[in-house]
């Protein structure tokens, strides 16, 4: 590699802290945009492709895909006094 930042092997010399915090993964940009085009070109095959599905496949489906676009909420602590709570799910 003829990087000056790099040795002979292209292995990092001492020193170099890389990619700067925060900057963005050039290729992996690309990637996902590309994946994007391809998703949205196809949203309509990609719809009968899950209505053939049977419903437990599908939701199954759906949920494994979530776990990639939806982030991961944290189990939150409360410290505090305990209170009566209701909770009515009627009309």
């Known amino acids: 590699m003829s990087d000056d930042k790099r040795d002979e092997q292209g292995k990092f010399v001492a020193g ?13 940009s690309q990637i996902r945009e590309t994946f994007q085009l391809l998703l949205s070109n196809n949203l309509e095959k990609i719809q009968e492709d899950l209505n053939e599905l049977e419903p437990k496949d599908r939701i199954k489906l759906l949920l494994d895909l979530s776990n990639y676009i939806l982030p991961k909420l944290r189990t939150t602590e409360y410290k505090g006094e305990a209170q009566n709570i209701t909770i009515d799910f009627s009309d």
């Open 16 to 28: 170099n802290s890389g990619r700067p915090i925060g900057s963005k993964n050039l290729a992996s």
